[in-house]
């Protein structure tokens, strides 16, 4: 019913920036509360932030708490995650995901982008 695709990975060094982005398709983009994730090489599935459907409301793991934050444009049916300060233990594959508006904060995600590769070197 949506499809999400992720852009904006790559390779940086300690300390740097980069923005993610994640762009949906449709026209009821607004309806969905939005959610990035990431996996590292044998490693489970984390969270790592979530915002409304509203964009007032966000919720970061203290992982990432103080160095990422995610917004939204619905105009342009896209979510971002700003990521500064990067450590090496932030490489991963990065996924943007949605879920219909409901309960706060969401229990499950019923879709899922292709994800997008963070390098982050020392």
């Known amino acids: 019913q949506v499809q999400l695709g992720e852009s904006g990975g790559g390779l940086v060094q300690a300390g740097g920036s980069l923005r993610l982005s994640c762009a949906a398709s449709?026209?009821?983009?607004?309806?969905?509360?939005m959610a990035w994730f990431r996996q590292a090489p044998g490693k489970e599935r984390e969270f790592v932030a979530a915002i409304r459907w509203s964009g007032d409301i966000t919720y970061y793991p203290d992982s990432v708490k103080g160095r990422f934050t995610i917004s939204r444009d619905n105009a342009k049916n896209t979510v971002y995650l700003q990521m500064n300060s990067l450590k090496p233990e932030d490489t991963a594959v990065y996924y943007c995901?949605?879920?219909?508006?409901?309960?706060?904060?969401?229990?499950?995600?019923?879709?899922w982008g292709q994800g997008t590769q963070v390098t982050v070197s020392s």
């Open positions: 995901a949605a879920e219909p508006l409901g309960r706060w904060p969401p229990l499950k995600y019923d879709y």
């Open positions: 449709g026209r009821t983009f607004s309806i969905y509360d």
